[in-house]
């Protein structure tokens, strides 16, 4: 027990000296460029890293040029870094101050796909270990309207959070994970904490097991997002995932109840799905509207044809019942999503969500294939 508590007292005192170097460092910055903040600064030396082209880094870090440049500058006059022309090269001096920083001098869990130079390409090897597991997930149930995306597309998620930086050392909160998205992230053994809420039973279970089984710092619980978090998870967290309903009072649950567990302040991110399959163009121009209009956020990506999904039995079968013309069931995966990335401001702060009756219709609207209003 004393070992235990020693070493909770060490990794704490590890973290405040990472807290406070990062501090010294933002101040310095702050000399050059007066509005960059400790995220500008992790997402910055993150891309230096990773990329060794000075060019390519300035590309891919996501922020301002001359804040790039302000932290080139003030981490040459450190001593932490040399440049060769075009190549950037860290000295043992910058990776001990890294390491100080609590940058993690991880490589990417993905490569670059080779047509499109963007995007991530596939991951054989993680793809590999979560299709293990996933074969024994709980099978889909339209009781809560779930469908699962293909192992690629949930990999390629892992990914692109990897691209956007935030994966490594990030608490990382899930509305819903029917498609066992947590389980992709923790197999990579990146993310600093992993917290799922999900109303269906089987799946907490299965998502807990797993966990204690890895020793991942994965923990699942359930719970009807119709309610808000608890508030011990109101404002902790670095990214949230969902992939809401797509009904207009499902979808700001969803998304709302994400944003709520976010940490103040800028820097931080949430991802979600969204399909024009179910959801008009003027669903769409709603959700933006609500989303920039309530919250000090902005849109930072939106990749479309992101996510696929396996085809399920219900709705297909409710397709075809609805169809004189439409007789042969689909021989690959056809229901696809947009992935959106959106990124909070300075000024941001979470709001609790309010509670939602369960006479509140969240799951069908008008544009459903299952149960339609029309």
């Known amino acids: 027990m004393l070992a235990q508590w020693c070493g909770c007292v060490e990794g704490k005192s590890v973290l405040l000296l990472q807290v406070i170097a990062m501090q010294e460092l933002l101040q310095s910055l702050q000399r050059r460029s007066s509005t960059l903040t400790e995220n500008d600064v992790r997402r910055m030396l993150q891309a230096l890293y990773r990329e060794r082209d000075i060019w390519q880094a300035a590309g891919t870090c996501e922020r301002p040029f001359p804040h790039f440049m ?99 050392q990030r608490e990382i909160v899930l509305l819903g994970d029917d498609d066992l998205l947590s389980v992709a992230l923790a197999l990579t053994g990146r993310p600093a904490r992993i917290v799922v809420f999900e109303i269906d039973k089987r799946l907490v279970d299965f998502l807990n097991e797993q966990a204690q089984r890895a020793r991942w710092p994965l923990t699942a619980y359930q719970h009807d997002l119709r309610q808000p978090l608890p508030d011990e998870f109101v404002g902790r967290f670095d990214v949230f995932v969902t ?120 799951y069908h609207d008008q544009d459903s294939i299952i149960n339609p209003r029309r």
């Open 243 to 362: 992939d809401p309903l797509e009904t207009v009072e499902g979808f700001l649950l969803f998304v709302e109840q994400g944003l709520s567990a976010l940490k103040p302040g800028a820097g931080q991110a949430g991802y979600f799905g969204l399909t024009k399959i179910e959801a008009s163009p003027e669903k769409w121009r709603l959700f933006e509207q609500k989303l920039v209009g309530r919250y000090d956020l902005f849109i930072s990506d939106v990749l479309r044809d992101f996510g696929f999904y396996e085809n399920w039995p219900s709705l297909t079968e409710v397709a075809l019942r609805q169809s004189g013309v439409l007789s042969a069931v689909p021989d690959r995966p056809w229901y696809r999503s947009t992935f959106f990335r959106v990124e909070t401001l300075k000024a941001f702060q979470p709001l609790r969500c309010r509670s939602l009756g369960e006479e509140v219709e969240i």
């Open 70 to 168: 302000a932290l080139l500058e003030t981490l040459h006059e450190l001593g932490y870094i040399r440049a060769h022309g075009r190549t950037l090269e860290l000295t043992p001096a910058g990776r001990r101050a890294l390491e100080h920083w609590g940058v993690a001098l991880s490589p990417p869990v993905y490569a670059r796909c080779s047509q499109c130079a963007v995007g991530p390409a596939p991951l054989p090897e993680l793809q590999q270990k979560f299709a293990q597991i996933a074969q024994h997930r709980p099978p889909a149930t339209q009781e809560f309207d779930q469908g699962f995306l293909t192992e690629d597309s949930v990999i390629r998620r892992v990914a692109w959070l990897d691209r956007c930086g935030d994966l490594t």
